[in-house]
């Protein structure tokens, strides 16, 4: 009963923020490194970021960097994606993932949520 749910995703407009959370259960999060994922209709899931275990290394694709912060509190094992300034292009069904270890390719990761939709649009 490894879970990990993401919640926090919705319509907003263009330019607009969202802070995305993965609650983790039934394993503690510290020891993994946790991804944030994103798969638009008709398209392939893509890396969006990653966090390691302690937090103190961060990773971002280009499309988002500048505009998304990944964090985690350990103590409440849990994951955030803070998105601002989002885009059409940012829409997407976002997923948190989970693998023991360092950030590494999506075929690496262990853990998966069920998905949170983020809709922008005017």
């Known amino acids: 009963q490894l879970q990990l749910v993401e919640s926090g995703g919705g319509l907003v407009q263009p330019g607009g923020s969202l802070r995305l959370s993965c609650v983790a259960s039934?394993?503690?999060?510290?020891?993994?490194?946790i991804g944030w994922f994103r798969q638009a209709p008709g398209k392939e899931r893509e890396g969006v970021s990653c966090i390691s275990r302690t937090g103190g290394a961060t990773y971002y694709t280009t499309s988002v960097q500048g505009r998304f912060t990944i964090s985690r509190d350990n103590a409440k094992n849990t994951v955030y994606l803070q998105m601002n300034s989002l885009k059409s292009e940012d829409t997407a069904l976002y997923y948190c993932a989970a693998r023991r270890g360092i950030c590494s390719n999506i075929r690496n990761y262990d853990y998966w949520g069920q998905g949170t939709q983020v809709t922008v649009s005017s």
């Open positions: 039934g394993f503690t999060l510290d020891a993994y490194a």
